[in-house]
């Protein structure tokens, strides 16, 4: 597990007319389902995108998802909030979907790059026409999944000076 923490990056060149199969992306979704939840309430759903017109219609949708151009596919996250107990959580239980999501695609050699949708409004209600998510549903994030074309440098790093030992 330390391996995948470590060779995950945020791709966002990928080779281009590789394809991800539906056994890859269900491979991805079934790490995203094993993931907590709060009271265990999965407030999730996902689209799987490998359509190339649809891959292009996120790039002109997020000001940010570029690297759409040469995925293979894109996986959105659909937050499904609860009305009642234990509400409020679905950001943390969504996240954690999607870190499984990264670093299962790692250990199948795939890149990804975790897009930001949720909070921002004019983003949410883009990716709410473009796939027809009808409230109490939101679009979470979308997750550019392909064979990586770059191997970004490390990022991540420990700090000390952000932790307070009790011990
Ligand atoms: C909530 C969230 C939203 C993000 N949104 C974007 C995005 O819209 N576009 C993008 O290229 N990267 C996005 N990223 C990726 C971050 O820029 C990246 O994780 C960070 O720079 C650290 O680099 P690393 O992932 O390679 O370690 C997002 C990451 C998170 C966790």
Redesign the pocket.
Known sequence: MSELIEK???V?EFQPGVTVTKEQINRLLEAAMKAPSACNSRPWEFIAVTKPEILDEIVRV?P??K?CETASAAIIVVAVPQKEMPEGYFPQDC?AATQNILLEAVSMGLGT????VYPREERIASFRRLFKIQEPKIPF?VIAVGTPAES?A???FFEESKVTYIM
């Open positions: 995950r990056r945020s966002r997020h940010y998802a690297m996240g790059c975790w897009c930001g994030n970004p490390q990022r991540g």
